[in-house]
């Protein structure tokens, strides 16, 4: 029997680091903390540019590069379609962000 923690492989850890800060950036959009979730979509947007060469780098089976296929699609559809979707929701949500600054919406007529 194996264990889970035999998924996890070094060649995806950058991948790992995207699908994180975009599950961080959910967190920190639900606690309405803009410029912490705005940080957390960087970093995975920086993670998800190098992670495709990052796992180049190493060989490993077919078995290992279909996981990691797989992995990387899900990363990118959490990180870049799920997570800033739900980001603007849930900051739209936040009367202001900062002092004096307000996200505009359209049911307040702002553009």
């Given at each position: 029997m194996t264990s889970p923690a035999d998924a996890f492989d070094r060649r995806n850890s950058l991948t790992y680091l995207s699908l994180a800060c975009g599950t961080a950036a959910l967190a920190a959009a639900a606690d309405g903390r803009a410029g912490m979730a705005g940080i957390?979509?960087?970093?995975?947007?920086?993670?998800?540019?190098?992670?495709?060469?990052?796992?180049?780098?190493?060989?490993?089976?077919?078995?290992?590069?279909?996981?990691?296929?797989?992995?990387?699609?899900?990363?990118?559809?959490?990180a870049f379609g799920v997570a800033p979707a739900l980001c603007v929701l849930l900051l739209q949500r936040t009367p202001t962000l900062t002092p004096g600054v307000r996200m505009p919406t359209p049911a307040r007529g702002e553009s």
């Open positions: 957390a979509m960087a970093i995975a947007v920086i993670a998800d540019t190098f992670d495709g060469r990052f796992a180049r780098r190493f060989a490993r089976s077919a078995d290992l590069q279909r996981f990691g296929a797989q992995l990387d699609s899900l990363s990118d559809a959490v």
